[in-house]
């Protein structure tokens, strides 16, 4: 079809699915297409966690492991979403404009927070390291900024409830 570009993918599919997996069977959207990451991105509110998986070995060995690990974690980010480098290159590329002012990178984790970079992980924090390491890492930025929904929630009570008794909390009318 004359117009219509050629894209061919950079590895086997073959290779790349138990890759993908690892991500979304734990709960987290993969977003194949650049139309896909700007519905989940543009009008995003509270958090998002955008993980830009990758076949490399830092990736296998420490990004996918420490994701896996801080989702664990209670506190977790409102929406969990992945593009794939290599394969999925204008759902990467949409996902990468997002993240300015940060460089692109692979594999490459951030959190966003109503629709804003508030935390990143590039690869020179990833490679080298631990998956556990890396999942503290998560683990304290979704505290940090789960916390802060936490805090307006809680003033928002604060302001909408009367004390009563001695004084020691609070109760909504």
């Known amino acids: 079809m004359a117009g219509t570009p050629i894209r061919s993918l950079m590895y086997d599919e073959r290779f ?11 709960g987290v959207e993969e977003l194949r297409t650049a139309a896909a ?14 993980v830009v998986n990758s076949i490399c070995g830092c990736a296998a060995r420490n990004a996918r492991p420490a994701v896996a690990r801080a989702l664990e974690h209670v506190k977790r980010p409102d929406r969990l979403t992945t593009v794939f480098a290599g394969q999925d290159a ?46 503290k890492d998560l683990v304290s930025a979704f505290d940090r900024f789960w916390h802060s929904l936490c805090t307006l929630f809680t003033r928002y009570s604060r302001k909408h409830t009367s004390r009563r008794g001695s004084g020691y909390g609070t109760q909504l009318q």
Not at 16 to 22: A, G, I, K, S
Not at 40 to 49: H, N
């Open 37 to 50: 990451v700007d519905r989940a991105l543009t009008e995003a509110r509270g958090t998002t966690l955008v």
């Open 90 to 135: 204008e759902a990467t590329a949409r996902a990468r404009e997002y993240f300015a002012p940060y460089p692109p990178s692979s594999p490459q984790i951030a959190l966003l927070k109503n629709g804003g970079v508030v935390f990143m992980l590039e690869r020179r924090q990833i490679e080298g390291r631990n998956a556990e390491d890396i999942a």
């Open 16 to 26: 790349v699915t138990p890759m993908r997996e690892e991500l979304t069977r734990l």
